[in-house]
Structures are given as structure tokens and as C-alpha cells.
Nanobody, 122 residues
Framework: VQLQASGRGLVQPGGSLRLSCAAS????????MAWYRQAPGKQRELVAR???????AYADSVQGRFVISGDNAKKMVYLQMNSLKPEDTAVYYC?????????????????WGQGTLVTVSS
């Protein structure tokens, strides 16, 4: 199983950016997908999560500015980031809780994608 994130970039304050993450492999089902971020010198923090039934949750710091969405059929999750601020600068990581096939068994596990750098600066 792999998670491939894309959409890194340099954006001016107030601008927008969209991150995408695609899950691939012998995935049986996805329980939830999420975006985390880690700024320099800080701990990784949850930004937004979406569950298989479409329920979403956001960190207070991004509520009203970021929107997480998913496409179950394509096994993808998106993060639309609007009104970006310099403090949103961080490496953003895609995360998934899912079940995958391993031989004749199904295994539940968590996976991380590679980080993608978002820089908000003028």
C-alpha cells in the first residue's frame, strides 16, 4: 500500500493551494483519510480528517479556510487550502486508516504518504 501526495508549492499570503493524495495497492476498504502537517521545530499535528461516510473534522486553526474531500472510488483525498497564512507553512502529510489484503487475510493498518512542502510567503 502506498500513499502518494502531490501539490507542493510556494503561495503568497491569502492565496490558495490544493493538495491531492492517492492511495494504491491491495486496499480492501478505507476507514478514514487525513492530512497532517509539521512545521519546523514543531510536532506533527492533525489538519483535517474525512471518514468513509463523509464526516469531516478540522483543526481550529484551519476551520473555515481549508476543505477536505474524498473520492472513495478513486481512493483519493484532497485538501483545498484557502486564505493561506504564513503560519500554514509546513510539510503536509497524507494519512490513511485502511484494510488491505495480505494473502488470504485482511489487515488493518495506518499508512503515511511522503510529505509535501507548502510555503506561504510574500
Amino acid at each position: 500500500v502506498q500513499l502518494q501526495a502531490s501539490g507542493r508549492g510556494l503561495v503568497q499570503p491569502g492565496g490558495s493551494l490544493r493538495l491531492s493524495c492517492a492511495a494504491s495497492g491491495s486496499i480492501f476498504s478505507i476507514d478514514s483519510m487525513a492530512w497532517y502537517r509539521q512545521a519546523p521545530g514543531k510536532q506533527r499535528e492533525l489538519v483535517a480528517r474525512i471518514t468513509s461516510d463523509g464526516t469531516t473534522a478540522y483543526a481550529d486553526s484551519v476551520q473555515g479556510r481549508f476543505v477536505i474531500s474524498g473520492d472513495n472510488a478513486k481512493k483519493m483525498v484532497y485538501l483545498q487550502m484557502n486564505s493561506l497564512k504564513p503560519e500554514d507553512t509546513a510539510v503536509y502529510y497524507c494519512h490513511a486508516d485502511l484494510e488491505y489484503r495480505s494473502g488470504t487475510h485482511y489487515v488493518g493498518a495506518s499508512f503515511w504518504g511522503q510529505g509535501t512542502l507548502v510555503t506561504v510567503s510574500s
